[in-house]
């Protein structure tokens, strides 16, 4: 009874063995830009458009761009400037980048964050 158990596992043990031993087939990979396609939805705008600077551009198809505006105070009868952040999408045919001057327009939920287009850059950033 004991030599049948071992023989078991004997043969047990050398199909794991041939298991691994073979290989997956290779597949082709498309590795070019132009081999892919890029399908880019198109987005109507609608509502506020306004110009700021994007001071970041380090997420994927996203730019956050800085508008400032100027709020009157009447206690000082004077003015103060206010900044605002707001997340946009950067579509790849524009691809805006940090520092550039971008007139942005208002379009329906992008994302969580997202409900602002990038429509075209005004003024590249200098190198």
Request: proline content about 2%.
């Amino acid at each position: 009874m004991a030599e049948e158990k071992e023989k078991k596992t004997v043969k047990k043990v050398a199909k794991k063995e041939e298991v691994t031993k073979k290989t997956a087939p290779s597949k082709e990979v498309k590795t070019k830009a132009s081999d892919v396609e890029t399908v880019e939805k198109t987005y109507s705008v609608r509502g506020n458009i306004f110009e700021g600077k994007v001071i970041s551009a380090k997420a994927n198809k996203t730019v956050t761009v800085e508008r400032v505006l100027t709020q009157y105070v009447s206690k000082y009868e004077r003015y103060k400037k206010v900044k605002s952040k707001i997340k946009a999408h950067n579509p790849v045919s524009i691809n805006a980048k940090e520092g550039d001057i971008v007139r942005v327009g208002e379009t329906r939920r992008i994302s969580k964050t997202k409900n602002f287009l990038v429509m075209e850059i005004i003024n590249e950033a200098k190198k």
